[in-house]
């Protein structure tokens, strides 16, 4: 992957236009044999309908130098997602490489949901479910690596989830990625969905894990059943062959008033390999991860919008929104932040939404946008734009 990078001119948004669809061009699109194609026009209308957050006919309607939305989609079924997965991974490994540097790392886990109202493309396993919102419990699920770092906050790893697969497979899928990464991963955060014994294994052998736990059982009510912070084991499927043991980091603090509620919080979180730390400085560290949330929101800022039932067209939306906003904070660190003492200073007006705008600015010219639409050759009436004198 090259970087366009000039320190002694201007950034433009022509320049933001090249890294985009340099990116792009990363992407494998066959096309369907036998139809000739320009697979640029192909890069720079995703692009468009992405930064734009538009469908792909709303882009091909209004440009000119574009095909129409049938032809496009025609070629973006043809992507294949396993080969898909693994350039936009090693794309994202070529991200993290540019700025952060060979130190270890500590990165977040967590599944991003994106609903759905459709039917099954192929069978009903492509689909998970999840809390409803907007009257449907289906989605498309993608399970997502997230370095922990203030100014370089990058999306590192990205694998697709299946509904009738184990979590724990996906997470696997998703660590052999980390594997891949140019620095030492020093620990790994996950959520409650990452709380079965098959999927804390796996984690525990690649870097130290908290996590935290699914309240159940009399095993882990007696556990928190305590009014002060400490260190114990706990024992998962006890007297199964599934039988797990893990410290367990049980925390005790105030709801101080939060949501109305007052007295005491008592949390626990899986700590694999992290006993040199305190239950409280375990608690710490698991906070952190909510900095996702966030690298989620301006993710969903920049996703084209499709009907297609296609998972693996919508997993090419997602995966191009990963890239760009990885894009941006490259842009945004590397490029446009002033040194100083104690760490960079990032630029505040350059927003994920002006960096998008920039890219829209150059693809409008690119493709030749239009600019005028045909009028309905009647007008207003003569008789509604007469004022009514009584």
């Given at each position: 992957?090259?970087?366009?990078?000039?320190?002694?001119?201007?950034?433009?948004?022509?320049?933001?236009?090249?890294?985009?669809?340099?990116?792009?061009?990363?992407?494998?699109?066959?096309?369907?044999e036998g139809c000739g194609f320009d697979s640029e026009i192909i890069r720079q209308t995703l692009l468009q309908a992405t930064v734009d957050q538009k469908s792909i006919k709303a882009v091909t309607d209004t440009t000119r130098q574009t095909y129409?939305?049938?032809?496009?989609?025609?070629?973006?079924?043809?992507?294949?997602?396993?080969?898909?997965?693994?350039?936009?991974?090693?794309?994202?490994?070529?991200?993290?490489?540019?700025?952060?540097?060979?130190?270890?790392?500590?990165?977040?886990?967590?599944?991003?949901?994106?609903?759905?109202?459709?039917?099954?493309?192929?069978?009903?396993?492509?689909?998970?479910?999840?809390?409803?919102?907007?009257?449907?419990?289906?989605?498309?699920?993608?399970?997502?690596?997230?370095?922990?770092?203030?100014?370089?906050?990058?999306?590192?790893?990205?694998?697709?989830?299946?509904?009738?697969?184990?979590?724990?497979?996906?997470?696997?899928?998703?660590?052999?990625?980390?594997?891949?990464?140019?620095?030492?991963?020093?620990?790994?955060?996950?959520?409650?969905?990452?709380?079965?014994?098959?999927?804390?294994?796996?984690?525990?052998?690649?870097?130290?894990?908290?996590?935290?736990?699914?309240?159940?059982?009399?095993?882990?009510?007696?556990?928190?059943?305590?009014?002060?912070?400490?260190?114990?084991?706990?024992?998962?499927?006890?007297?199964?062959?599934?039988?797990?043991?893990?410290?367990?980091?049980?925390?005790?603090?105030?709801?101080?008033?939060?949501?109305?509620?007052?007295?005491?919080?008592?949390?626990?979180?899986?700590?694999?390999?992290?006993?040199?730390?305190?239950?409280?400085?375990?608690?710490?560290?698991?906070?952190?991860?909510?900095?996702?949330?966030?690298?989620?929101?301006?993710?969903?800022?920049?996703?084209?919008?499709?009907?297609?039932?296609?998972?693996?067209?919508?997993?090419?939306?997602?995966?191009?929104?990963?890239?760009?906003?990885?894009?941006?904070?490259?842009?945004?660190?590397?490029?446009?932040?002033?040194?100083?003492?104690?760490?960079?200073?990032?630029?505040?007006?350059?927003?994920?939404?002006?960096?998008?705008?920039?890219?829209?600015?150059?693809?409008?010219?690119?493709?030749?946008?239009?600019?005028?639409?045909?009028?309905?050759?009647?007008?207003?009436?003569?008789?509604?734009?007469?004022?009514?004198?009584?």
């Amino acid at each position: 992957m090259r970087f366009l990078y000039h320190p002694d001119t201007v950034l433009t948004a022509s320049d933001l236009e090249k890294l985009a669809l340099g990116l792009l061009t990363e992407l494998p699109i066959p096309g369907v044999e036998g139809c000739g194609f320009d697979s640029e026009i192909i890069r720079q209308t995703l692009l468009q309908a992405t930064v734009d957050q538009k469908s792909i006919k709303a882009v091909t309607d209004t440009t000119r130098q574009t095909y129409s939305d049938d032809y496009t989609l025609a070629q973006l079924h043809t992507v294949p997602p396993d080969e898909l997965e693994a350039v936009v991974n090693d794309l994202l490994a070529q991200q993290a490489a540019m700025i952060l540097g060979l130190g270890p790392r500590i990165i977040c886990l967590d599944f991003v949901d994106i609903h759905y109202h459709g039917f099954p493309h192929a069978d009903d396993g492509e689909l998970c479910h999840t809390n409803p919102r907007d009257g449907t419990s289906q989605c498309h699920r993608y399970l997502v690596g997230f370095v922990l770092c203030r100014s370089k906050p990058l999306i590192v790893a990205v694998t697709p989830v299946r509904g009738d697969e184990p979590k724990s497979d996906a997470v696997e899928r998703l660590l052999d990625h980390v594997a891949a990464l140019p620095f030492d991963i020093a620990g790994l955060l996950a959520d409650r969905g990452f709380y079965d014994g098959t999927s804390i294994e796996r984690l525990d052998a690649v870097a130290p894990v908290a996590l935290p736990i699914i309240r159940g059982g009399e095993q882990m009510a007696e556990k928190l059943d305590t009014t002060v912070s400490y260190w114990t084991e706990y024992v998962m499927y006890e007297g199964s062959e599934r039988e797990l043991r893990f410290p367990l980091a049980v925390c005790v603090s105030y709801h101080r008033g939060n949501r109305g509620k007052h007295g005491l919080l008592v949390r626990a979180y899986v700590a694999c390999d992290l006993a040199d730390r305190t239950p409280k400085e375990v608690e710490a560290l698991y906070q952190k991860r909510s900095a996702i949330e966030t690298a989620f929101r301006t993710m969903r800022e920049a996703r084209a919008r499709t009907s297609t039932t296609d998972p693996t067209v919508r997993l090419l939306f997602i995966l191009v929104s990963f890239l760009l906003r990885n894009l941006w904070v490259i842009v945004r660190w590397g490029v446009l932040a002033t040194p100083r003492r104690g760490g960079r200073a990032l630029p505040v007006w350059f927003r994920f939404e002006v960096f998008r705008e920039w890219i829209d600015h150059a693809l409008d010219e690119t493709l030749c946008r239009k600019w005028e639409t045909p009028t309905n050759g009647i007008g207003i009436p003569a008789s509604y734009s007469q004022l009514d004198a009584g």
